[in-house]
């Protein structure tokens, strides 16, 4: 009996040494392949941003972050998805231009967009941490907390981190809570072929792939005006900070999280996936509010609906 267990904590440890090494060789090969990728003519960004201020998060690697606002009263604040940044909600600054209930806060996290260019702390535990600063230093109370995409890892995150005592509600745009969920029916991002199908294409022509996906954000169709500037922006993030947060992402897993979150949510899912979030949502939480709206992005083109229900939630959970 003793020597069974022994095996079988020596076959549990080879399986750990194992799964640990798979991890470092993927994160050794995507260096490689992103230190080589071309950047691409889209580093920059057409894009003019509105007067947006800075807030230093990180003092030591001196990281500060651009966010913008609109509107007063209590604060609502957004997480942008993977490489993408401000621009992408002007249609919920705009919305919330003169509010006197809702200050609407968005802003590009470290590496992105506008804020500093750094390759410290390349992962969503370090975003979250990035987030908590944030909200002291601006002095947030009663944070409605949203992201969108990955985004969601970093609000998870910052749940984790430091519980919901000063969150009021959470807002979900288009993010299961488990990317690599298995099984018949369930809701999630893929699987690893479909995520090693598209690094290969991403380390072969970033530029050219972001391009290829971003249309399919969105239920109705962008202009090649609003693609470029779209493009533009996700490229403002250097390659290998970029490859090393698509490889952060999906190992994240935040599932009991969402079953012990005692503040309201409400999701926004894409209308291909609404069965399988309400599946899992009927499962891990029942009382959470889910919109079948659009596609990835319902909060861009489908800015009126997305802003009538989110005011509505807002006005529903003071």
């Known amino acids: ?11 549990t440890r080879i399986k750990v040494i194992q799964q640990l090494a798979t991890r470092l060789t993927a994160i050794a090969l995507l260096l490689l392949g992103l230190i080589s990728a071309p950047f691409s003519a889209f580093a920059a960004s057409e894009v003019s941003a509105s007067a947006g201020r800075y807030v230093t998060v990180d003092s030591k690697n ?3 972050l651009y966010y913008e606002e609109s509107g007063s009263g209590d604060p609502v604040l957004f997480v942008p998805g993977w490489t993408m940044t401000v621009p992408f909600f002007h249609r919920q600054l705009d919305y919330f231009q003169g509010s006197k209930t809702t200050r609407f806060i968005t802003y590009d996290p470290r590496a992105h967009g506008r804020s500093t260019k750094t390759m410290e702390g390349a992962n969503y535990n370090q975003h979250a941490r990035d987030l908590k600063v944030m909200i002291d230093k601006l ?3 009663n944070v409605v907390l949203g992201g969108w995409s990955w985004g969601m890892d970093t609000v998870y995150a910052y749940i984790s981190m ?3 005592d000063n969150i009021r509600a959470v807002v979900n745009m288009d993010q299961t809570p488990n990317p690599l969920a298995s099984g018949e029916g369930a809701w999630s991002d893929g699987d690893v072929n479909s995520v090693k199908s598209f690094f290969d294409k991403f380390t072969e022509d970033r530029a050219g792939t972001t391009q290829e996906f971003m249309p399919s954000f969105f239920e109705k169709s962008v202009s090649p005006t609003e693609l470029q500037w779209m493009t533009s922006e996700a490229m403002m993030t250097p390659n290998v900070v970029a490859g090393l947060l698509y490889y952060d992402g999906w190992y994240y897993n935040s599932t009991e999280i969402v079953r012990n979150l005692k503040v309201p949510q409400i999701y926004f899912v894409d209308k291909q996936n609404a069965p399988a979030a309400k599946t899992y949502l009927d499962r891990n939480a029942p009382d959470a509010e889910l919109i079948s709206l659009g596609e990835h992005a319902s909060f861009y083109d489908q800015a009126p609906i997305f802003n009538e229900n989110l005011a ?3 006005a529903k959970h003071p």
Request: hydrophobic residues 40%.
């Open 162 to 164: 430091y519980g919901t």
């Open 62 to 64: 001196k990281v500060r």
């Open 139 to 141: 002095h947030l109370k």
């Open 1 to 11: 009996m003793l020597v069974t267990k022994a095996v079988n904590k020596d076959k």
């Open 312 to 314: 509505r939630f807002l």
